[in-house]
């Protein structure tokens, strides 16, 4: 199963590793495991990972990386195979994402020896670029009748949830949700207010705009990583942020 129906899908260049996410959810979905074991299956990874970096094992960073990425899908499959979609799990995803994102670039400046308010801004602009895609993303899948709802375009009140979640849970991870993601999100929503009325979000534009993805995102690292150019990973993702305002061209030129 996935966020979209097939008719829906796009090329998303996020999303490699959607094939090997499959399988692990399918083995999960026997098993008494849930989604947000398998959320806490990829945190373990990307700590792996960072500690790996440390050590400056670079290849096996980029290997656990990689499988991080693979595990962030397979969490939502598995939510989605049990019919147990949860927004305990969607908001756990989110935060930990925020936070391994910024000790990843953080610890690439140290062992580099790059300057730390260079990494912070490029934690915000990465940040920001990932926040471009999802709302996007986000506005397409509410727009079909079979897609995943979980994530709302306007994330501006706490859910009531679901009954087999804690409703005390889902309140605590909003609102660290709400503060992780709150600037970034009004920031895009300012900047495209337009954007939510839009009908259909074309393939070829959500395939542009997918190189934007957390999944993508991470894939360059891993790659700069096993190529032993850790050192242009900060400036890259500063430079990466000037198609931001492409982007946005492109949906309110195209797109309405």
Same mark, same amino acid.
């Given at each position: ?23 692990? &959810? @399918? ?7 849930? +989604? ?19 050590? !400056?094992?670079?290849?096996? +960073? ?9 595990? *962030?899908? &397979?969490?939502?499959?598995? &939510? ?11 908001? =756990? *995803?989110?935060?930990?994402d925020i936070v391994l994102n910024f000790l990843f670039l953080m610890l690439i400046a140290h062992v580099t020896n790059q300057n730390y308010s260079m990494a912070f801004i490029a934690f ?14 986000? @506005? ?6 079979? +897609? *995943? ?5 306007? !994330? ?8 087999? !979640?804690?409703?005390?849970n889902v309140t605590l991870l909003f609102s660290l949700y709400k503060a992780f993601y709150g600037v970034f999100d009004f920031i895009i929503y300012q900047l495209e207010k337009s954007a ?21 995102? =991470? =894939?360059? @690292? ?21 198609? @931001? ?12």
């Amino acid at each position: 199963m996935s966020k979209l129906s097939k008719t829906d899908k796009f090329l998303d260049f996020s999303d490699y590793g959607r094939s090997l996410a499959k399988p692990i &959810a @399918i083995y999960f979905s026997k098993t008494r495991f849930n +989604a947000v074991h398998v959320t806490w299956l990829f945190v373990l990874s990307a700590f792996i990972s960072l500690y790996s970096i440390y050590m !400056e094992y670079y290849i096996t +960073a980029a290997v656990f990386l990689l499988l991080k990425s693979v595990l *962030d899908a &397979a969490d939502g499959e598995l &939510a989605r195979l049990k019919k147990m979609p949860s927004y305990t799990g969607r908001y =756990l *995803d989110s935060v930990w994402d925020i936070v391994l994102n910024f000790l990843f670039l953080m610890l690439i400046a140290h062992v580099t020896n790059q300057n730390y308010s260079m990494a912070f801004i490029a934690f915000l602009l990465f940040q920001l670029q990932g926040t471009v895609y999802n709302y996007y993303y986000v @506005i397409l899948r509410n727009q079909k009748l079979n +897609a *995943d709802k979980t994530s709302r375009v306007f !994330e501006n009140k706490t859910p009531v949830a679901f009954p087999y !979640e804690s409703q005390f849970n889902v309140t605590l991870l909003f609102s660290l949700y709400k503060a992780f993601y709150g600037v970034f999100d009004f920031i895009i929503y300012q900047l495209e207010k337009s954007a939510s009325k839009v009908k259909n979000m074309p393939k070829w534009f959500m395939s542009f705009v997918s190189i934007y993805g957390l999944g993508f995102q =991470l =894939l360059i @690292i891993a790659l700069f990583l096993s190529l032993n150019l850790k050192a242009y990973i900060i400036l890259f993702f500063i430079v990466y942020s000037l198609f @931001i305002p492409l982007f946005i061209g492109l949906r309110k030129m195209f797109v309405r």
